[in-house]
T-cell receptor
Framework: DSGVTQTPKHLITATGQRVTLRCSPR?????VYWYQQSLDQGLQFLIQ???????AKGNILERFSAQQFPDLHSELNLSSLELGDSALYFC????????????FGEGSRLTVL | AQSVTQLGSHVSVSEGALVLLRCNYS??????LFWYVQYPNQGLQLLLK??????LVKGINGFEAEFKKSETSFHLTKPSAHMSDAAEYFC????????????FGSGTRLQVQP
């Protein structure tokens, strides 16, 4: 158990809809990262938050957004969903003084029909 | 910019045989290097990491990797494969301490034949 919790584990929705994925980092970790894993794109970094502020952006679509709340949990919002957004979305967290290791949740599997 | 190349999307070995998964990186500054393993329907779990110091690093489940700067490589090995090693393995690179996203390779799926 990595200590990172993601909900929901599975989500099925239709094209054009909006969903929210939730992540609770390890206790004390200030950084949260979101990754998308798909068969054709592999593991793609989407976005990072540190203590409530956006720290780095990767290949995140404009239809997607995220935030980190004062209690450090994070949410990834996916809107105007397309079939190609079907993927496994991972959240990871890291501490301040570590050497770059990320701790991953078990992921949220999104299926867009 | 940094990148990782994993040679071979699928590797198949017999139980008891040597496991060798290849990873080459590109980084303009000294890298931090990682191997993660992903079992079916699970998240990624850290196997081992190289930051500084000894270039041969040992990880969990009998895996080890050697950082070779001259070859820009960080290959993962295990002397004797077990059936339980069947999983997908990802090499990743970072070059700052903490608070930085890892860049992952495309992954290598390891099959272990009885």
């Amino acid at each position: 158990d990595s200590g990172v919790t993601q909900t929901p584990k599975h989500l099925i929705t239709a094209t054009g809809q909006r969903v929210t994925l939730r992540c609770s980092p390890r206790s004390g970790d200030l950084s949260v990262y979101w990754y998308q894993q798909s068969l054709d794109q592999g593991l793609q970094f989407l976005i990072q938050y540190y203590n409530g502020e956006e720290r780095a952006k990767g290949n995140i679509l404009e239809r997607f957004s995220a935030q980190q709340f004062p209690d450090l949990h994070s949410e990834l919002n996916l809107s105007s969903l397309e079939l190609g957004d079907s993927a496994l979305y991972f959240c990871a967290s890291s501490g301040y003084s570590d050497t770059g290791e990320l701790f991953f949740g078990e992921g949220s599997r999104l299926t867009v029909l | 910019a940094q990148s990782v190349t994993q040679l071979g999307s699928h590797v198949s070995v017999s139980e008891g045989a040597l496991v060798l998964l290849r990873c080459n990186y590109s980084s303009s500054v000294p890298p931090y290097l990682f191997w993660y393993v992903q079992y079916p329907n699970q998240g990624l779990q850290l196997l081992l990491k190289y930051t500084t110091g000894a270039t041969l690093v040992k990880g969990i489940n009998g895996f080890e990797a050697e950082f070779k700067k001259s070859e820009t490589s960080f290959h993962l090995t295990k002397p004797s494969a077990h059936m339980s090693d069947a999983a997908e393995y990802f090499c990743a690179v970072s070059h700052f301490t903490g608070r930085r996203a890892l860049t992952f390779g495309s992954g290598t799926r390891l099959q272990v034949q009885p």
